[in-house]
């Protein structure tokens, strides 16, 4: 049985859901298995999903009503055979020896295992962001003392914490299936998703691999505005993601 599944939940992405799903399966780690989650798309992303699915047969295409992106991982997850879960987003993409630094870490059942992130502006200014705690193993004493208070916010470096990104996080299926039934409930909400998880999931976890390497080519698109930012909403939303957090 695979390892790995990798999760793409996907929303009107037409521009960038082909390089997105060819980094995946691209991969030098190829015994994967890839989930695409249309949450309502209304361009052309489904039918291209549907012409790469027709190449490629480790790629599943689930379609559902528009419900956010919770619920698309939801979804991702529940659909999910292997006993590890990562994600891409559908605009975003990874460089190709991407999961094979994780392989040791799951064939020794840690629990999370995280990477670090690249800004990507362009072929030739990609950011990268390092670590701001050491890379190696911890367990369940060293993650509640060395990442428990940096994990908003590093106060020693005056930096952000420990990145929450879901797309930098192997995690274990079934622990991340208890925190989306048990933690996440049926919150909506259109901004801090990935910290919705990921702060819940630190609690479940009994170890965690940190590697210093870095595969995530997080897209900035520095003409667009995010369309959750622009909500008349968007405050509000944000008060909501914290009273959930607290």
């Not at 208070?149 to 990104?165: A, E, L, R, V, Y």
């Amino acid at each position: 049985m695979r390892l790995l599944t990798v999760v793409i939940p996907l929303y009107n992405q037409e521009k960038y859901i082909q390089q997105c799903i060819d980094s995946i399966a691209n991969q030098s780690y190829f015994d994967i298995d890839i989930i695409i989650v249309d949450d309502g798309s209304t361009d052309n992303s489904n039918e291209i999903c549907h012409t790469l699915m027709k190449t490629d047969n480790r790629i599943r295409l689930i379609r559902k009503e528009n419900g956010g992106v919770i619920s698309a991982i939801r979804e991702g997850v529940k659909k999910c055979n292997t006993k590890y879960v990562t994600f891409v987003d559908a605009d975003d993409f990874i460089l190709k020896d991407a999961y094979i630094y994780a392989l040791d870490a799951m064939q020794k059942d840690i629990d999370m295992i995280t990477f670090e992130i690249a800004r990507y502006y362009s072929e030739e200014k990609v950011k990268r962001e390092p670590h701001i705690i050491d890379t190696g193993y911890y367990d369940r004493n060293a993650i509640e003392t060395t990442a428990f208070p940096k994990m908003i916010w590093d106060f020693s470096k005056n930096t952000p914490g420990i990145d929450c990104s879901l797309c930098t996080k192997i995690m274990k299926t079934n622990q991340l299936r208890e925190v989306l039934k048990q933690e996440v409930k049926n919150i909506k909400i259109y901004y801090g998703d990935d910290a919705a998880i990921i702060y819940p999931m630190f609690l479940h976890i009994k170890d965690m691999q940190v590697i210093g390497e870095c595969y995530y080519m997080h897209r900035q698109r520095n003409s667009e505005i995010a369309p959750y930012i622009k909500r008349d909403l968007f405050f509000g939303e944000v008060y909501e993601l914290y009273r959930y957090l607290v």
